[in-house]
T-cell receptor, first 115, second 111 residues
Framework: KAGVTQTPRYLIKTRGQQVTLSCSPI?????VSWYQQTPGQGLQFLFE???????NKGNFPGRFSGRQFSNSRSEMNVSTLELGDSALYLC??????????????FGPGTRLTVT | GDSVTQMEGPVTLSEEAFLTINCTYT??????LFWYVQYPGEGLQLLLK???ADDKGSNKGFEATYRKETTSFHLEKGSVQVSDSAVYFC??????????WGAGTKLIIKP
């Protein structure tokens, strides 16, 4: 099976602009989660979608939003970019294993730089 | 709320040394526990997992045992290689589909 793919891999934006990142999950996976990784804050959960519905959301401002399509592909959007939004954005897709535990598989990430 | 605490790095070892990276957690219920590894410039890879007390997860020579009495999930490997150099993250998940992460431990293996 193909792994999780994220596009673009690298992105440079200017403060005040908006950006959309895309994630294609592993075939058959219906859950997609997004995380932000920075040297200062580490890995932080943004949100999780399952069958086009947001099931869980982290503590990020409303400028961060996401959605999931019927084919399970997901996008996240950040509006009015700030310098502090510079980070590696990771997408993970997951399915239930035999113990009914969600096992998350990560894509390579999108490196966003805000100048 | 739930949390994960890992030993601070970097951890520097010589090739073939024994590795332990400590991880303890706080959770209200019965979480599942994971170790992920991140190589330079890459995303996170699931290394191993354990879903209940006394379970031992293992992969690629790495092992970790779910110890409920000490709320720990320490990562061990008997003989490390230079190729094991990476950042290792301990994490838990409980109920709400959200992984709770430790801060990560950078491992450096010298030949």
């Amino acid at each position: 099976k193909a792994g999780v793919t994220q596009t673009p891999r690298y992105l440079i934006k200017t403060r005040g602009q908006q950006v959309t990142l895309s994630c294609s999950p592993i075939s058959g996976h219906r859950s997609v989660s997004w995380y932000q990784q920075t040297p200062g804050q580490g890995l932080q959960f943004l949100f999780e979608y399952f069958s086009e519905t947001q099931r869980n959301k982290g503590n990020f401002p409303g400028r961060f939003s996401g959605r999931q399509f019927s084919n399970s592909r997901s996008e996240m959007n950040v509006s009015t970019l700030e310098l502090g939004d510079s980070a590696l954005y990771l997408c993970a897709s997951s399915s239930l294993d035999q113990n009914l535990v969600y096992e998350q598989y990560f894509g390579p990430g999108t490196r966003l730089t805000v100048t | 709320g739930d949390s994960v605490t890992q030993m601070e790095g970097p951890v520097t070892l010589s090739e073939e040394a024994f590795l332990t990276i400590n991880c303890t957690y706080t959770a209200t219920g019965y979480p599942s526990l994971f170790w992920y590894v991140q190589y330079p410039g890459e995303g996170l890879q699931l290394l191993l997992k354990a879903t209940k007390a006394d379970d031992k997860g293992s992969n690629k020579g790495f092992e970790a045992t779910y110890r409920k009495e000490t709320t720990s999930f320490h990562l061990e490997k008997g003989s490390v290689q230079v190729s094991d150099s990476a950042v290792y993250f301990c994490a838990l998940i409980e109920g709400n589909y959200q992984l709770i992460w430790g801060a990560g431990t950078k491992l450096i293996i010298k030949p």
